[in-house]
């Protein structure tokens, strides 16, 4: 399957900004998707994932209660809504897609990346 970030952006800190994938090839649903981003400097960093029917959904710590993740099989994308932007958001975001059905957070264990998309957060 082959993934398309895009919604990346300049925002101060307040803002929102939703984050879109659309992903090709392949059955979407059979799928779990997911968010990582990656800080100058830094490791990638697990955000967010939704299971296949879109009925459960993880999300790191440090955005629980701000950021949204959501999917539309029909349409094969996946969102990720992001509220009350703050300046330690600002990284390059990937979408990711996982075909195993553990739950995981390790990077090591998604095995399509798209391109990845920029956000910025201004203080």
């Known amino acids: 399957v082959q993934l398309q970030a895009s919604g990346g952006g300049l925002v101060q800190t307040g803002d929102s900004l939703r984050l879109s994938c659309a992903a090709f090839?392949?059955?979407?649903?059979?799928?779990?998707m997911g968010w990582f981003r990656q800080a100058p400097g830094k490791e990638r960093e697990f955000v967010a994932r939704i299971t296949r029917s879109g009925g459960r959904t993880y999300y790191a710590d440090s955005v629980k209660g701000r950021f949204t993740i959501s999917r539309d099989n029909a349409k094969n994308t996946v969102s990720l809504q992001m509220n009350s932007l703050k300046p330690e958001d600002s990284a390059v975001y990937y979408c990711?897609?996982?075909?195993?059905?553990?739950?995981?957070?390790?990077?090591?264990?998604?095995?399509?990346w798209g391109q990845g998309t920029q956000v910025t957060v201004s203080s």
């Open positions: 990711v897609a996982d075909a195993h059905y553990i739950p995981t957070t390790g990077a090591q264990d998604y095995e399509y």
């Open positions: 090839g392949g059955t979407f649903s059979s799928y779990a």
